[in-house]
């Protein structure tokens, strides 16, 4: 499994997962400007993008092939997501999720009030059209220091 930046010419796949995984498409394309994608051979089978917003990020479009999930691919992206968002000097990630509610508080998201996001976050697609109202909110704070992954330099 090899997880490296996204490119333009990667989006068809990735817009397919994200449409296989019931994932918003509202902003996605702008968004994998600082995305990733993980591969299995030649085929894209997750990925994952951050929006940087300042030292706040969005963390959206986490998605791995149904044939894979809970195989670990899924906290692999994410936590090449993070590295990727450490590397943009962002220290908080937010996000927004319906489907994974009991998912990433296992990788250290807790649910938070949406309205104690940062307002610059909060003018996301994400925020504004592609989730709705429901969606739950959640946030994570980078750990300071030297985070293994971020040794890691994205192409």
Request: charge should be negative; include cysteine; hydrophobic fraction near 45%.
């Amino acid at each position: 499994m090899l997880i490296e930046r996204s490119t333009p010419a990667d989006f068809p796949a990735i817009e397919a997962l994200l449409g296989e995984s019931g994932l918003p498409l509202d902003g996605a394309s702008s968004a994998f400007g600082t995305g990733l994608v993980a591969r299995a051979g030649d085929r894209i089978v997750g990925c994952a993008a951050i929006e940087p917003y300042g030292s706040a990020g969005l963390l959206r479009s986490v998605a791995v092939a149904p044939e894979l999930r809970g195989s670990g691919v899924g906290r692999q992206l994410v936590s090449a997501a993070e590295a990727l968002a450490a590397d943009l000097r962002i220290r908080e990630i937010y996000l927004l999720t319906e489907t994974a509610i009991d998912w990433f508080p296992r990788l250290g998201y807790a649910p938070i009030d949406r309205a104690t996001v940062p307002a610059a976050v909060t003018t996301s697609v994400e925020f504004v059209t592609a989730c709705a109202v429901t969606a739950v909110a959640m946030a994570r704070r980078l750990p300071e220091g030297e985070d293994p992954l971020t040794s890691l330099r994205w192409t």
